[in-house]
DNA sequence: TTCTCGATGCGCT
DNA sequence: GCGCATCGAGAAT
């Protein structure tokens, strides 16, 4: 059930960005455990993508954990607001990262309305990175946390896609690089109500 | 040490 | 649809 530390060895991250739909994520703070089908992730290409904290072989204390393999949880404050959760993936010193972007919560509901201070009904309790994050009650100390580990974990409870229910959607605003504009790095499960606006079909 | 601005969300219009 | 909240990492000085 729960994933293996192998499973985010994994060196092609969009394969790892599409896999993770359907996964369920897991955080477990103070014996509170909550829980979300993953819907929406996007993946993160290391040196070569421009948008990468790690774009370039930039190597800081905030991105050292991107160049760890793959396994660890990378938290970061976004606008100083919103906490932003990524799952590092690959080898050693290969920095990438895919990040969830938008969850559909099934366990805990009662504790992520009270984090989110909304009704589970509405698709923006969990809608968007910063929000999934916040319902998960993800904050910056979950960031350099083992994923097979008793606070933050992913489980795979056998929920399949078609392919045909997986947007694929190429990134906008790249015009930076020809070669990767066309490259779809966004996942995400087609009409599913808790994917993020920008995406919906 | 100082300045800039971002992998965003939300409330108001 | 638009504008603002809010703060730390990274780069400039």
Redesign the pocket.
Known sequence: MKLKSSYYLHQDVIFLAKDLLGKVLYTKIDDDITAGIIVET?A?FGVQDK????YGG?R????EI?YNEGGAS?V???????H?F?IVTSVEDDPN?V?I?AIEPIIGKEIMEMR?N?PASKP?IS??????A?ALGINASFNKKDLTGEEIWIEDHAIRYTPDEIAEVPRVGVEYAREHALLPWRFFIKSNPYV??PNKI
């Open positions: 996007e993160y948008a990468s904290h790690a930039r800081t204390s905030r991105t991107l990378y970061y404050l976004c606008y100083g607001i919103h932003l990524n990262a990040l972007r989110r909304m923006a809608s968007g990175p910063g929000s999934a916040k993020s606006k």
